[in-house]
């Protein structure tokens, strides 16, 4: 892998992984906060808002450790087309696992769904999307891509990250920050995404892998790459980029873990 290698983390479980995970979501937050008094976050969908959770809902243990949600923004890094109480929507996932679980004391984020209003035509729901981040991250001569301060991802059993699947034709976008997918190889087929310029440009990138279920993908991920979204976003974000793992995901893969301080 060439330039800087992303940091592998591995923990016994998740119960052990989610304090790293919070830490590591403090320190993003704090630059976030330090560079424009705000922080700009976009999480995926599947298993991570459970993980997400179990780190953000936790007790602080110091005065610094202290999650400031009423200066988050938070975006979807992927959405499915579906309502927004649809069981296959991740905004539904995220505010069932997350957003309805913050006690009111540690204030509110602002959050930005996609504008159900759109759901019959992928393109429009992305374009409007797009438009969202237009307005938090102003799209001009001077911003060609979003700059988020962090973006919080899966990766599926195929090494897809957001709605960005092996071999797919949208994984050459160039133009589009936000673009739309018909076709998705996981249901439900109708989806929008963050495209891999948008993601590999993010101050940083952390991605939550658990399980064994996830063992042979990480190995094709770390060891070959071969064109996996994931391992593009790796190549892409080298060291900016951190995996947040268990023993059970990463059992047998060839890549230096780093320990998390
Ligand atoms: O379909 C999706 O799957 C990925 C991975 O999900 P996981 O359950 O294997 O963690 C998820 O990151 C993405 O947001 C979602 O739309």
């Given amino acids: 892998m060439p330039g800087k290698q ?27 906060l330090t560079r424009h008094d705000v922080f700009k976050v976009a999480v995926s969908g599947g298993s991570l808002p459970n993980t997400l959770a179990e780190a953000l809902l936790a007790e602080p243990k110091s005065e610094e450790d202290v999650i400031k949600f009423d200066k988050w923004e938070l975006f979807f890094a992927d959405e499915r087309a579906v309502p927004l109480d649809h069981e296959d929507s991740n905004y539904a996932l995220v505010k069932k696992e997350l957003l309805d679980k913050i006690p009111a004391s540690m204030g509110q984020p602002i959050v930005h769904p996609i504008d159900a209003e759109y759901l019959n035509d992928t393109q429009e729901l992305a374009d409007q999307y797009e438009k969202k981040l237009v307005g938090s991250f102003a799209k001009g001569d001077s911003v060609k891509l979003p700059i988020f301060d962090l973006l919080l991802l899966g990766s599926g059993p195929d090494g897809h990250t957001c709605s960005l699947f092996p071999g797919h034709p949208l994984l050459r976008e160039t133009d589009a920050w936000v673009a739309p997918i018909e076709d998705s190889p996981k249901p439900p087929p109708r989806r929008i995404t963050l495209t891999l310029p948008v993601v590999t440009h993010a101050v940083r990138i952390a991605f939550v892998a658990t399980g064994a279920a996830k063992k042979e993908i990480m190995k094709e991920i770390f060891e070959v790459g071969n064109g996996l979204p994931c391992a593009l976003v790796n190549e892409a974000a080298g060291d900016r980029c951190s995996w ?15 320990s998390f301080l």
């Fill in 6 to 32: 992303p940091n592998l983390f591995a923990f016994n479980d998740i119960d052990a992984l989610a304090p790293a995970l919070r830490s590591y979501i403090i320190a993003c937050q704090n630059s976030g």
């Fill in 244 to 258: 947040f793992t268990d023993n059970a995901a990463v059992e047998g893969v060839q890549f230096p873990r780093r």
